[in-house]
């Protein structure tokens, strides 16, 4: 599904998002140098969009970019991606404790299992790692919530099919945010996984959420 738009994907991202998509990654970056990892995997990662805002802040760290999809990769690559892996989130093709750092924007909702994803994270994270999750959310106030919700299931679809001539996919994306935890219960699932401090820290009223976790 998501291979189809690739061509159309990143321009879809940023007008269905009036262009605060970049704000999200930079905000993601900038906590992720705070940690400063040496090496890092960006999971998911699609055209590149968070592992070059990454790269550019920390220009001395290792990104990987690591997606299931060609057609995606090969889009990150063209817009300058050195290093990308083409593997599934579920089965990385990593050692145990290979990085630094993992991150993952806009994929863990839909991996098939979200505590298999995290328990493989885990795997891959060296001792004191971090893993940074940002992922969309449901808004905390109702009125938020209602606007949110017509905008995704009413008005989202349509524009989305305009732009990729890919419906399903939009329709899609309304569902799994309304069924992916969010706030204190993916905190809760993160640590039921073996993540220590977990946290969440919402972003433009709570429509996206990031969430960050250690390894002990």
Same mark, same amino acid.
């Given at each position: 599904m998501?291979?189809?738009?690739?061509?159309?994907y990143?321009?879809?991202?940023?007008?269905l998002?009036?262009?605060?998509? &970049?704000?999200?990654?930079?905000?993601?970056?900038?906590?992720?140098?705070?940690?400063?990892p #040496?090496?890092i995997?960006? +999971?998911a990662t699609?055209?590149?969009? +968070?592992? +070059?805002?990454l790269r550019k *802040?920390?220009?001395?760290?290792?990104?990987m970019?690591?997606?299931?999809?060609p057609?995606?990769?090969?889009?990150?690559?063209? *817009?300058?991606m050195?290093?990308v892996?083409?593997?599934?989130?579920m $089965?990385?093709?990593?050692n145990?404790?290979?990085?630094?750092?993992?991150?993952?924007?806009?994929?863990?909702? $839909?991996?098939?299992n979200w505590?298999?994803a995290?328990?493989?994270?885990?795997?891959v994270? *060296?001792? $004191?790692?971090?893993?940074?999750?940002?992922? &969309?959310s449901?808004?905390?106030?109702?009125i938020?919530?209602a606007?949110?919700?017509?905008y995704?299931?009413r008005?989202l679809? +349509?524009l989305?099919?305009?732009?990729t001539?890919?419906k399903?996919?939009?329709?899609?994306?309304?569902?799994?945010?309304?069924?992916?935890p969010?706030?204190t219960?993916?905190?809760?699932?993160? #640590?039921a $996984?073996?993540?220590?401090?977990?946290?969440?820290?919402?972003?433009?009223g709570?429509i996206?959420?990031?969430y960050?976790?250690?390894?002990s």
């Amino acid at each position: 599904m998501f291979g189809s738009i690739a061509r159309r994907y990143d321009l879809a991202n940023h007008l269905l998002s009036c262009g605060i998509d &970049f704000s999200w990654r930079r905000r993601a970056a900038e906590i992720v140098a705070e940690w400063r990892p #040496q090496t890092i995997a960006d +999971l998911a990662t699609g055209t590149g969009d +968070l592992a +070059l805002a990454l790269r550019k *802040k920390l220009p001395d760290a290792e990104v990987m970019g690591v997606d299931v999809l060609p057609e995606m990769l090969d889009l990150a690559q063209r *817009k300058g991606m050195r290093r990308v892996v083409l593997a599934d989130a579920m $089965n990385l093709p990593f050692n145990d404790a290979s990085f630094d750092c993992v991150t993952i924007a806009f994929g863990l909702r $839909n991996l098939e299992n979200w505590a298999a994803a995290l328990a493989e994270m885990l795997r891959v994270l *060296k001792p $004191n790692g971090h893993l940074l999750v940002l992922e &969309f959310s449901l808004p905390t106030s109702p009125i938020l919530a209602a606007i949110y919700r017509f905008y995704l299931h009413r008005c989202l679809p +349509l524009l989305g099919s305009f732009l990729t001539r890919t419906k399903s996919a939009y329709d899609y994306l309304g569902d799994s945010i309304e069924e992916f935890p969010g706030g204190t219960a993916m905190c809760e699932l993160m #640590q039921a $996984n073996g993540f220590m401090r977990p946290r969440f820290h919402p972003l433009t009223g709570g429509i996206v959420t990031i969430y960050t976790a250690e390894k002990s």
